[in-house]
């Protein structure tokens, strides 16, 4: 009985096999074809979807409805069957189609307003931008015009979508969180234009492969005062947020403000409590390095120079008819220069050029100035005129030195040759001077072949100078002196003695330093690419060495860059953009990270309320 059953069982099961099959007699006799769903089939005349693929529910389905195509020839029903099946094509198409231009809609809004939030536009500014497009459009393609209209860039579509990208950037940077080594962190507090402290953290990490990454991690707001305990906070909500491990963090770097380096009540000592407190080590601390060539470019002892300059600056600028008289007098002298600038005292480069300039207009300025009655006796005096010189020439040198520094993903090493290169130069410049060569002073060298100036250079003056700088390099760059090891380690792994290496990486770079083919390999490849090809087996202490120098920030020039950013973003014009917005524009105009407009794209759909 029971292999009847199965007999019964196995007969009912292949026939039905059989009728899930599309039989293609179907298509002419029922005017059907298989549909995209499994087992599924699509009338072509009403365009329903019949959902077994068994013939006794098609032919009912033909029956119930479409019975009076029976009429129809055999080559009737072959011709009705093609019109049908490109008519059925055609909607498909025609459905796609549509489905592809409210994405390319889409996606083009999402990539607009990335440009409008990377530049500090105002949200608002997208309706300006589709205006621009329609017009050159109607221009150009007008039988495409309807199509861009559908681009939504509404103030509110701009304002969300720029929240949609920064929140896709910081996923995206989540994720690489979890795959770091080691990570450092750079900070900078400063105050926009409705004085809120906003304070800066840029992240930069390291990953098992040796890539580096380096984002904003925050921009936090503070309203009250700004402690170290404040910024400490501010500091821990980042990593709760992102998720990142304490244990991980290797180097802090800040402007070196009190709040930031205090052991007691500072930001240092708090991250030194928070570090004991889970059994850690603390982090290696850093004061930018460019921070602190401008700090010692404040020990230059010449304020009688800066003070006549600056205000003889202001005597001819701060007054507009002044100005405007002393520009024309220098249009009809043919004067080198068309102008004076203004010093700025938070800009490092600024002194540089504002000596350069008065100096070249030194001339007209005097003849100006006299003709307005307003003497400046110092532009009469040899000595002053001299250190004028000096100053000049001294900045320009330093200023050179500050923009090989300047940029983002920098290495400690470039940045730490870079203040040996001026130690030594200023070693040299010490010796020429003290024998009254000038011959790397170019400004100073003119004027002495000129013999414009009677009395001789103040060679004593200029002498102690670069002396007091010498001193003060030593004193300032201390940090970075008392890692000089692991850094002339990092930079020069070839020569450097084995027995000064600390002994976790000892054996490694024996047998680094034996291996000919990695000498080629460090000869032509950068830096970082030599240590990114280190054999994970061979060489797994130098890459972990690696990855901490690598996350090394050795200035915190990025959180500079980026308060240029905030004062175009959040202007006097503009002084209502909320915290998190401008945290948003901020992350998009800095990120290296670049945002899936497809899968944003993707996610939203075209609605028509927002077209318009």
Known sequence: RNSNFLMAFNKKRKIDDETRNFQEIWKTKYFCIPAKQKNAITCLVCQTTISVMKEYNIRRHYETNHKSLDVLTKDERIEKLNNFTNSLSMQQKLFITKNDENLACVTAGFKLS???????????????IKKCIIDAVSTILPEKVKLFEN??????????????????????????????????????????VVDTAQLLIFIRGVDCDLNITEELAELSSLYGSTTGQHIFDS????????QLNWENLFNVTTDGARSMTGDNIGLRGKINEKLASLGLKKPLYLHCIIHQYNLLAKTLKFEDVMKTVISTVNFIRHNKLNHREFRNFLDETDAEWDDVIYFAEVRWLSKGKVLLRFFNLRKEIITFCNEKNHLIPELEDDVWLWKLAFLTDLVDHMNKYINKMQGNMKLVSQLYSNVQSF?????????????NNFQHFQICNTLKKSGELKTNIPINIFSDTIKILIRNMEERFSDFGNISNEITLFENPFTFDVDEAFPDVQLELCQLQSTNSLKVSFTEKPLVEFYKGLSKQDFPKLRIFASKMLSIFGSSYICEQTYSKMKNAKTNNRNKLSDNHLRDILRIATSKI????TKLASSMQAHSSHHH
């Open 114 to 128: 990335h440009l409008i939030a990377a530049s500090g536009r105002p949200f608002n500014d997208g309706q300006f």
């Open 594 to 597: 670049e945002p899936n407009i």
């Open 151 to 192: 681009i939504s860039l509404s103030r509110n579509t701009v304002t969300r979508r720029t929240e949609q990208i920064s929140e896709n950037i910081n996923i995206q940077l989540k994720d690489r969180i979890k795959t770091f080594q080691y990570f450092s962190i750079a900070l900078d507090e400063s105050t926009d």
């Open 235 to 242: 500091i821990k909500t980042c990593f709760e947020k992102l």
């Open 423 to 435: 130690s030594t130069t200023l070693k040299l410049f010490h010796r020429q001077i003290s024998e």
